[in-house]
């Protein structure tokens, strides 16, 4: 049985969307159980309006609520009774597998990372999904919104995470082709700390194939694609846009005259599958990853089928063991890192002396 805590008050709606949501997913699965946090009275009434299945449901009451508007800083100092917070407490406590909220990414982030802390020698959590590309292939992106700033080794950090996460997953391939999101495929490309991250990942272990573009997330050709959190998430909004766009551009074709609907009805179940693949809300639910522990963090404006899919990825990760499988990967490939970087200094320093 796994059990997954649900920060029941979070996102932009809050139970209107976190207990249908819940409801489903449990009929979904009847091997989990979930604590939701939260106001009491008002998750009982909201589940009971669901029909949920309250024998596998506890419910921990709080008295707080994160913001969306919150600062970081503020919810980790001065709500330490929300329900954001005692959500990720369950998951440090061992009474649930992992955490699921659709609150402030920001201080999910500070919260997540003081209450589980980070994996040794990664310094930054990162957010991370896989997204569909061609075929049935799915491209794992890292950081989509947890660290605008980063440094050269932090990025380094997250490829080397994403690297072991997708291994971990996908078993039947032996190490993951790593790609660094940049303005063109040349190893002159892009910012300092892009051109310093492209040195420090070709001198590593990781099978790191280069500078790639962005349709290279969609092409299928490579694994991990790995950026900081200010590009990944613009590019990440840009796919939400660009989808809803591309529905919106096509069903209004369909209904320029008769001709065109009738064409419409035919192609309608080919019509059907292209929503369904490219449903934003199917792909609801990152992982922060880099934590000593499992929290993911569902779109704040999602609705419950949203939500439910962000659930089911909680599930997954949980099931899978995710974590404990990347854990050492992480460690040994950080440790080398280490070390390399010592010997090198090492050397400067004797290059100096001499």
Do not use: W
Request: aromatic letters at 6%; charged letters at 20%; proline letters at 3%.
């Amino acid at each position: 049985m796994i059990t997954l805590a649900i920060d029941a008050m979070g996102g932009d709606i809050g139970l209107a969307v976190t207990a249908p949501a819940a409801t489903a997913f449990l009929n979904q699965q009847p091997q989990a159980r979930l604590i939701m946090v939260g106001d009491e009275t008002q998750i009982q009434a909201a589940l009971k309006a669901a029909n949920a299945p309250l024998d596998r449901i506890e419910i921990v009451h709080t008295t707080q609520i994160v913001a969306m508007d919150e600062a970081p800083q503020a919810a980790l100092k001065n709500k330490k009774d929300s329900s954001m917070r005692v959500a990720i407490e369950q998951v440090k406590n061992g009474k649930a597998q992992a955490a699921v909220s659709a609150g402030n990414t920001g201080a999910l982030m500070a919260t997540a990372r003081f209450v589980l802390k980070t994996l040794p020698n990664v310094e930054r959590p990162a957010i991370a999904k896989f997204l569909p590309a061609q075929g049935e292939h799915l491209t794992l992106m890292l950081d989509l919104g947890a660290n605008v700033d980063c440094s050269a080794e932090q990025l380094f950090q997250f490829a080397v995470l994403g690297s072991e996460l997708f291994s971990a997953l996908n078993p039947q391939q032996k190490t993951a082709r790593v790609g660094l999101l940049n303005v063109g495929t040349e190893d002159i490309k892009g910012t300092e700390v892009v051109k310093q991250t492209f040195a420090l990942l070709q001198e590593s272990s990781l099978n790191f194939v280069g500078n790639v573009e962005g349709n290279a997330v969609f092409s299928g050709d490579i694994d991990v694609v790995v950026a900081d959190g200010f590009v990944g998430n613009i590019v990440l909004k840009t796919i939400e846009g660009a989808v809803k766009f591309m529905g919106g551009a096509i069903k209004q074709e369909f209904q320029r005259n008769a001709l065109t609907k009738l064409g419409g009805m035919a192609a309608l179940p080919a019509l059907n599958g292209f929503k369904k693949r490219l449903d934003p809300r199917r792909f609801n639910g990152a992982i922060f990853l880099g934590l000593r522990g499992i929290v993911i963090k569902s779109h704040g404006g999602t609705d419950a089928v949203g939500f439910a899919y962000a659930l089911e990825e909680a599930y997954h990760e949980a099931q899978t063991n995710s974590l404990d499988k990347i854990a050492s990967g992480v460690a040994a490939q950080l440790e080398a890192f280490n070390e390399r970087k010592l010997l090198k200094q090492q050397e400067q320093m004797a290059d100096g002396e001499v």
